[in-house]
């Protein structure tokens, strides 16, 4: 079977890819305005980009009007923001604050999820999160136009939090303690429960 992704429309594309594109880390981005208000929003266009200088980046999409979204404003006015990380006990809260809010509305708040100041940026970080990156911009890359069009966010990781007991000394993070959750397509998540060694 082959499928040209381009001859789909864009919402039944974006259904096949991130059905294929499995198991996607979460990256749940808190940043905050050049007014001080905080934005919490998740996206599973994420990953690892490389470790020197440690960086990492994420995909925010247009909205289907083709408006930016608060955590892309927010990046440009500050330069700075942070990645928590999702376990499985912060699934269902996470995924409240995916909802669209206006502009200056508390996703955290309106979810009931703690906040705690970071330390070496403005945005703070979800307290719960037994992983967050604290990031200072790179760069932004713009991929296509308008409506869907994707933002890019490459972030330098200037501090790293890691919740007492889930790092092994010469292992790093026990993925059993950390016990992330993975994206999958629609609404389905997964979690490590099968791990292997090769």
Known sequence: MEIDLG?????????????????????????????????????????????????????????????RKDTIVNIEET???????????????????????????????????AMTPSTRVSAPRVQDARVAFECTLDRIVTVGQGTHAGNLVLGTIVLMHARDGIVEEGKGVDPTRFDAIGRLGGSRYCRLQDIFEL
């Open 79 to 113: 330069g700075q923001f942070v990645v928590n990380m999702v376990s499985h006990d912060l699934a269902g809260r996470m995924v409240r604050t995916a909802s669209s809010l206006p502009r200056g509305v508390s996703e955290a708040d309106e979810a009931g999820i």
């Open 7 to 67: 001859a789909l429309a864009p919402r039944d594309a974006h259904d096949v890819l991130v059905s294929a594109l499995i198991p996607r880390p979460i990256a749940w981005v808190s940043s905050i305005s050049g007014q001080g208000q905080v934005n919490l929003a998740p996206f599973s266009f994420f990953c690892g980009v490389t470790w020197s200088p440690a960086t990492l980046g994420f995909s925010v999409v247009n909205r289907s009007d083709g408006s």
